[in-house]
């Protein structure tokens, strides 16, 4: 499947752009931009593609895409029966706040929304001032569009009703902080995942102890080694789904997993579908 770059028409002085969509259904290929998005689905639902996921989207849900996330929402032509597909799509420049203003501390929560929206961001219900400004923005100019922007993304830092739609922020975030030593640590992990060693290996790599190591590792990711380890296996299994006509068994042994059977529980417990159907839901979607 190709995957374009969409390259949008900023007016020079232009700090943002929205488009609203009104189609029988969405026909967007994969895609990426150079621009973060926040995208409101007003109407339709169907399937997501980010990153390396497929995840469910309805009407009501707002999604937040950093630049370069590959992304495209599908639903069958079938659906259009069911009514007009209907979004609300702002994109914008993260350098149009200056340089220097995500280094005060005003900005923490807007920081780490941008960071989050590396892995792209569901939120499943945001705010009704939320909605009404976005609706507002093509019809606003001057510093009233640029403040209600700011509106926006201040209130969407606060949302609390979201998750994540990929592992792959953890690398990238976690590469924000001044510790040469976890980047080390993840890098390893990354190329190495498949390692039926690797624990052992890592806590080589960091000259710790296994407890001392298991602490550090805890504090500086949020999350257990096993935990990061597992969302990278499985990461790397729907992109081997996805890109490959390897078969399931070959994928799970590629993966570092020893038994199919925890394998798949393993992947529907991240995904709510089998490593079968989650390839199959792919072809289907992505055949019209």
């Known amino acids: 499947m190709e995957i374009n770059e969409e390259k949008l028409n900023f007016d020079k002085d232009a700090i943002f752009l929205t488009r609203h969509y009104k189609q029988d259904y969405f026909t967007s290929p994969r895609h990426f931009h150079n621009e973060y998005e926040i995208a409101y689905i007003e109407q339709s639902e169907g399937k997501l593609y980010v990153g390396n ?48 203003f995500f280094d005060r501390k005003e900005a923490m929560l807007l920081n780490k929304l941008l960071a989050n929206s590396e892995a792209g961001i569901k939120i499943f219900k945001p705010s009704r001032e939320v909605l009404k400004l976005m609706k507002k923005l093509s019809f606003n100019s001057g510093l009233k569009s640029i403040l209600d922007l700011l509106t926006i993304l201040d209130l969407l830092s606060k949302s609390e009703d979201y998750e994540l739609l990929t592992a792959r922020w953890v690398k990238k975030f976690y590469y924000k902080i001044s510790d040469s030593l976890i980047k080390d640590i993840v890098s390893f992990v990354e190329e190495n995942y498949a390692d039926e060693d690797i624990f052992k290996r890592a806590v080589e790599l960091s000259g710790m102890g296994t407890a001392s190591f298991s602490r550090y590792f805890k504090n500086r990711t949020e999350k257990t080694f096993s935990q990061y380890l597992n969302e990278v296996r499985i990461n790397n299994a729907q992109k081997m789904l996805i890109n490959t006509n390897l078969d399931i068994n070959e994928i799970c042994s590629s993966c570092g997993y020893n038994s199919l059977s925890y394998f798949s529980r393993q992947f529907k417990q991240k995904n709510g579908i089998s490593p079968h159907d989650f390839r199959n839901t792919y072809l289907k979607i992505h055949s019209f």
């Open 53 to 100: 996921n497929i995840v469910d989207f309805k009407a009501g849900n707002l999604f937040i895409f950093a630049p370069k996330l590959i992304h495209s929402f599908k639903n069958s032509k079938k659906n259009s029966e069911k009514g007009t597909a209907k979004a609300t799509i702002v994109l914008f420049k993260k350098e149009f706040l200056g340089d220097s």
